[in-house]
């Protein structure tokens, strides 16, 4: 493979907080060892129209604090094909594209495979709030998304007791309950419902809130990912059952969107320089990941076949905790 020189990067699929920090990183890593950096706007669907332009350092500047992704985002149905992909590559070529850094979910990864294995390196970086890539134990927004979501459980919690509530709280998560059970730990639920588990309304919600009312509890809160929905009923269906005075809540896109945490600005910085690093050392279709707390790097098409479920012993600790 000749020499990477110039290299394109493109937020794609769901925006995540800290993707700016990413791109912000792979922008001046990539020009501190001598390369060009084009930004991509709108994930694939601006590859494919050649929406990008060059980065400076300057580019980059007052933007790890913004959430959001300044090079925008986007789903493109038209990439989605095997003629979709030979033009992206057709278009990247034309401006002078060596390789691409894709910052994005398991879709953006489908999509830079499919990239990888036509002859066009990549290079992953995951960045989606729901941490639902099986390759790394974490993704860029995650951690502001769980801030979000218990700043808003704290602001819920402090009615329901008053009022001596029950409250039903609706977190992101279309597949993935890797929200739901952290904030449900974070949070001290009585219950969380999770998409990757099958559940039954009067075993796991009814039953805890009437134990926890006869162990001496005023308020309550149950956690349900999006995946399973239906906050609105659940809550009505509690009222019934127990007279305890039932709220829902759908917090909905408040937890895609604020200032990145620290610990989202960090990973973000280190992902980015770890792939334009990857690509100076001439590795490519490699995804960055998170395991065991280090920073690593995977085959993209081995990434993908790896699996990711659950934690039990957290949905266990759920349980004991809400005694
Ligand atoms: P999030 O997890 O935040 O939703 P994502 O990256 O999974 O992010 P998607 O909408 O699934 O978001 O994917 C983003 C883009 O990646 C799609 O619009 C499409 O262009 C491409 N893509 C998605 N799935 C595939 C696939 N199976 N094969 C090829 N490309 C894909």
């Not at 990183?25 to 930004?39: F, N, S």
């Not at 493109?76 to 401006?95: L, M, Q, Y």
Request: charged residues 25%.
């Amino acid at each position: 493979m000749s020499e990477i020189k110039t290299i394109g990067v493109l937020t794609s699929g769901g925006d995540a907080p800290g993707m700016n920090a990413a791109v912000r990183a792979v922008v001046r890593t990539g020009i501190y060892y001598g390369l060009k950096v084009m930004g991509i706007r709108k994930g694939y669907a601006g590859l494919l129209n050649g929406d990008m332009e060059e980065m400076t350092l300057r580019s980059v500047g007052d933007i790890i604090h913004r959430g959001g992704t300044i090079l925008q985002t986007a789903r493109s149905a038209e990439f989605n094909s095997e003629a979709g992909v030979k033009k992206a590559i057709s278009i990247a070529k034309v401006f002078g594209l060596d390789a691409l850094i894709v910052i994005g979910g398991d879709g953006s990864y489908r999509g830079a495979r499919d990239l990888a294995n036509q002859g066009f390196p990549v290079i992953c970086i995951p960045g989606t709030i729901d941490n639902d890539i099986a390759s790394t134990e974490y993704t860029i927004g995650f951690d502001t998304a769980l801030n979000t979501v218990q700043d808003a459980i704290d602001k819920i919690r402090d009615t329901a007791y008053s009022h001596e509530r029950c409250s039903v709280l609706e977190v992101m998560g279309r597949h993935a309950g890797y929200i739901a059970l952290n904030v449900a730990i974070s949070g001290g639920a009585e219950a969380v419902i999770l998409p990757e588990k099958e559940f039954d309304i009067d075993r796991d919600i009814i039953k805890p809130i009437i134990e926890g009312r006869n162990r001496g509890k005023k308020h309550y809160l149950v956690i349900i990912a999006e995946g399973v929905g239906g906050a609105v009923e659940i809550a009505k269906y509690i009222e019934e059952k127990t007279d305890i005075k039932t709220r829902a809540t759908i917090l909905g896109h408040i937890q895609r969107g604020g200032s990145p945490t620290v610990y989202d600005r960090v990973m973000a910085s280190r992902m980015g320089a770890y792939a334009v690093k990857l690509l100076k050392e001439g590795k490519i279709n490699r995804v960055i990941a998170l395991q065991k707390g280090v920073i690593t790097d995977f085959d993209i098409n081995e990434a993908l076949q790896m699996k990711k479920t659950i934690d039990e012993e957290m949905v266990e600790l759920n349980k004991i905790l809400a005694l």
